[in-house]
């Protein structure tokens, strides 16, 4: 399955648009994981904790977008963005969306 953030693919035709595909996780830390991350923050930097929850969301949350479009017949996923929210303090919601399409390589 092809992602991209464009709106069109170099050397692919665009033959059929099927429509938008999303695919979602909410995850939180474990009690553990937050009470390191804490300690962390304490100094200042990077919070490498946080920063894998949200590297593995993103991955989810992209496997299960291509998997939505290849339910509809899609090979490619063009326009592809995220979005990231907070749930109650305590938990990342990420989204990764697009327009699931079928492509073909160009003559």
Known sequence: ????????????????????????????????????????????????????????????AIMRMCQHAMAYGANAVIAMRFDCNEIANTMSEVAAYGTAVVVKPTQ
């Open 1 to 60: 399955m092809l992602v991209s953030t464009m709106n069109d693919v170099p050397g692919q035709e665009i033959v059929k648009v099927i429509g938008e595909v999303a695919g979602l996780t909410v995850r939180s830390r474990g009690l553990g994981a937050n009470f390191a991350a804490g300690f962390r923050a304490l100094g200042g930097g990077e919070i490498h904790e946080y920063t894998q929850l949200l590297y593995q969301s993103r991955h989810e």
